[in-house]
């Protein structure tokens, strides 16, 4: 692949946690050019300022929104909440675009009005997009133009339900206890991130409520036959990445850990970025990788499936890197085997 | 009171995180006098030295376990699982104990032995024992000589769903999903514990078999009519102390945040210990101190229950001095009000 | 002493890290009745909610600053840089003031000006101030009408220092690395606190300019014949609590580890809040309490001496009580065995 | 390159963290062929389950030390200090080694002995090894059969220091105040390394005393005039990975920061992998990366360097492929533009 062949790409929000990630990746990525990454407040400067790690390794410089995109392939669009809808529509129809924002997830205006507390300002747009969770949607992405990247916490969650609910193997509520790292909370400072407490600290927060929660529904139901209660807790870990789900599910008859381990075997065999572990995962295997590790185990009709990612890479930058590949026709491991460390 | 009047206690184990607990407590505690100390790998040596946050604070040298008893009001046993069962049989019968291991908590030979994985050589002495739960038996505890002092993670459920089963509102099966810190593994290096990976790790362990789960159900079915199914799971956290139990509960009707609050208010309304938040409780408003910190929320039919505990103080040490304060006839909190910080 | 006898304290500035540290000592110090604690932004709300380790434990709601003060022995200044110096000049001439911020601290105005970058305009008030370093000027303290309590990096070295420079043991420029908890930033959420990135950083900054040298150096000018260069240089580390300083000096002759303990040990013998340790301190072990630990290497005329600190604690608010027990003529640690943990 | 081309290596002691790091960046090295990882307690394991981060990244499974070499270009020892002395001398010549314990660091046999406490059994083998610290000795690097990698702590303090000594910049003691991250104890859990205690500690160690000392000084003195007194002093830090050292020397003239950075840009002129930061480097910002970042600061005469570094990068298994690189007459940084991350 010749420079000329390279995708080239256009980051709109490089100076949070998704833009540092994608940076990560994208700069190193063998087949992309990286032509361009804003960043309104930060324009104007070396991108290894404000991302010390890459000091060194990139020349760019971060530069305000551009009025017009030219030459672009495809967009990464990690903003906040809300602008991802202000830019799709004006996009040209031959650019392809990754929103890891919620903006385009939900097919209901009204189910993402509630959630996410503002107006929905472009949801004429929304029909084109698919839903970029590579696994359950490999065959939708590579023809898709727009992908609304899945959150972190449904991610990790989905994977893990995925072969449970495509196999029609359950009865009655499902139980997902979700614990993230304190990065899921973005790059700016606040109350529930300072150290002196955070360092020390577990609790729960958005009893019932997570906006992710109907991204997840939705999606089950695109999966199989989905008719359970979905109860979803999310919590604060006193680490910096990771996400950890304790999925506890009932199966409508007897199973054992070995029947589950040959069931998401099956379900992803094609899918490189799923490992099956025995015992527990651990955030700290998957960390600054594009993993999601899965554990289960069984008792009678119970059953708990241990579903772990690093927030930022497969529960964003990552797999958005990952549905671009595909999109583009490349290997979807294509710059993305990011290998964790230990410790 | 006098100096001839204090409780004078022994600590056997007090080279352990339970044994370093209760001296931060019992060495301060108004009405007790310290007498001795065990820890045979330590015996001759200072207490400052191996505690060294209590260096300058205690003349005490540490002992081995003495032959006889004599002149002593109450012992605690804080030793590993399997040791307080070859000392209880030998102890005079004026003197009082508290055993803080699984030795004397369960009412079933099998089921100790199936869960501790060795033989008990004292079943005939474990029906005099009282299950030290203070809230849930706090009359049984003042007539008491000999304690079982819960598990941590016992503690940290029981005190969470007791109100739900003893006012009868449990319908189908119960989630625990249970966090604990690093120093509920003891105070000897292991590899589970080993900093390089811990600081950044999350991860499941024991799925279905933890040893504390007899323990909640014995005591689910002295405190109600306990008939729903416990699914519970431990997981370790990497803080060093703290245990956030998240309950998962189906009511048999609808409830609501409020009526729950009520409940569990009148519940606890003579348990200075446990704390009603809003919100979510967080390990580290109860760190240190021997609180339990306890938040809800509902949806229909569904309850969620938070419980937060310090897993060595309300988790071990200190509901062990609760019992002991209660057993002498004083009040439960005196030398208890272990005040936590902030950060 | 009846209620009538006791202390009556107020708190400016109740609701920062140091405000949370003085209610944890003074709402269970014997001799103290807390009055009033102000924190404007929280005035009217429970201390418990803000300070949640303190729920259940006082009933007192924070309040705005009063304009009169009746009735009133003491006062805590814990407020920001600045402030100190618009209430003290309207005190009351019977009420005691203990300043926990920089206000009071040095005798120089332009000093002062150039390193706190705001105009001074109270100066005439800092003559009666005595520099509460309490190990150092016990005797002064005790007849002190006002107080101005030693900056957290200070008290690390000056202790470190002071029984080098009392015995005139020094030649040459001397070396301060110190390094702090990032409770030292206090308890509003910064950049620099930002849990994701804070706990795996380690980084120096303000190099040779912190705030606190001056005040170092005009302490050591008193405690002796101060003539060496000071080096002083403050680092950031990922805990929570804690300062540890280590100090390099060169003696005047050479010198082993067995005479430095010799002469600390004559220095410090009426200290009990200062404890001389073999090895290295350790901030693990003077967490949350009131110790300074100190430790000490020799080699030929080089020497080390190692300093440990609570920032909070012996750094400010416990040093401002072990002041005011010493202005109310009690024992220097009434209300202040405040004991570690382990761990 | 064809697969033939490539350079084919062998590790010696692949379960530990520096065996760990090896294989994190040598599976993925273009040029490179990895043929076998010995692990004697593993041997037989699949090397992705003991580093679990590896698990679906390779093949490989550990193996037993083999009795012969064949076919192999190089081996890496990372094996406990006095192992690599067994080795190396049973090497075949045409294999080259890099070694990344300390057995071969130091020329005297007897300061050898003094700092590591064993016999010296190889001492004939040590003149044929160049010391690996890329950076100053780069042109012996390209020509040497066996490399001495140098410690983590000497790489950071001589990284640091070389412009100053190779300039004839200093007079006088030159004191370093270094502290490390927990994995520079190894893989092993032990007592130093328990995470309760050590995720809120800090302390020095081996005062004056460290074996990286000697390498340090025979280092200086060979990249230019040494004739100061070290200080050097280690302390631990709680995080998983980092060196921090914080270098105070004093310049025979004054000396400007803007100075220094020029002298210090000229030096490492060549050299990717030294960064040049303004402000004072960080931890953060080199973790899992083979960069060293230097900041300065400068007052008259006195000198401030801060020196950061992966300990298990640029300190151990990064600095050995940059050694290995050049040996091969590959760019130095080919497979290892590791890049860190944000958070």
Redesign the interface.
């Known amino acids: 692949m010749t420079q000329q062949d390279k995708i080239r790409v256009g980051i709109f929000g490089g100076s949070g946690?998704g833009g540092?990630?994608l940076l990560?990746i994208l700069?190193?990525h063998p087949q992309v050019e990286l032509v361009f990454v804003t960043a309104n407040e930060q324009a104007g400067k070396p991108i290894g300022e404000v991302?010390?790690?890459?000091?060194?390794?990139t020349q760019l410089n971060f530069i305000a929104a551009p009025e017009k995109l030219e030459g672009i392939d495809c967009v990464f669009l990690a903003l906040p909440h809300g602008q991802a809808m202000e830019i799709v529509p004006r996009l040209p129809p031959d650019v392809k675009a990754i929103d890891l924002s919620g903006d385009f997830r939900l097919r209901e205006q009204s189910i993402f009005e509630k959630h996410y507390k503002q107006p929905h300002t472009a949801m004429h747009a929304q029909a084109e997009f698919v839903y970029g969770l590579t696994e359950t949607n490999r065959e939708a992405v590579k023809s898709a133009r727009l992908i609304a990247n899945p959150g972190c916490f449904a991610t990790a969650t989905l994977l893990g339900l995925a072969p449970l609910v495509a196999n029609n193997l359950l009865s009655?509520?499902v139980?997902v206890?979700a614990?993230t790292?304190?990065?899921g909370?973005g790059?700016?400072?606040?109350?529930n991130?300072?150290?002196?407490?955070?360092?020390?600290?577990?609790?729960?927060?958005k009893?019932?409520t997570h906006q992710h929660v109907p991204e997840i529904e939705q999606e089950l139901d695109h999966i199989g036959d989905w008719t359970s209660?979905l109860?979803f807790?999310t919590?604060s870990?006193?680490?910096?990445?990771?996400i950890?789900a304790?999925i506890?599910a009932?199966a409508n008859r007897e199973i054992t850990e070995d029947e589950l381990r040959t069931i998401y075997a099956d379900y992803y065999r094609e899918s490189?970025f799923v490992?099956l572990?025995s015992?527990?995962?651990?955030?700290?295997?998957v960390?600054?990788?594009n993993?999601c590790?899965l554990?289960f185990?069984a008792?009678g009709r119970?059953i708990?499936v241990?579903s772990?990612i690093d927030n930022l890479v497969k529960g964003a930058a990552g797999q958005a890197v990952q549905n671009m590949n595909l999109m583009f026709g490349l290997d979807e491991t294509t710059g993305l085997?990011l290998?964790?460390?230990?410790?």
């Not at 015992?279 to 295997?285: C, Q, R």
């Open positions: 946690y540092s990630e990560r700069l190193f991302h010390r790690n890459l000091h060194g390794l009655g509520r139980v206890d614990k790292g304190s990065s909370s790059a700016k400072a606040a109350a991130t300072h150290h002196p407490q955070r360092m020390n600290s577990f609790y729960a927060y009893p019932f209660e109860i807790m919590h870990l006193p680490v910096s990445r990771g950890f304790s506890y009932e490189f490992r572990v015992g527990s995962p651990d955030i700290n295997w960390k600054t990788s993993f590790d554990g185990a008792r119970q708990v241990f772990a085997k290998v964790g460390t230990n410790p």
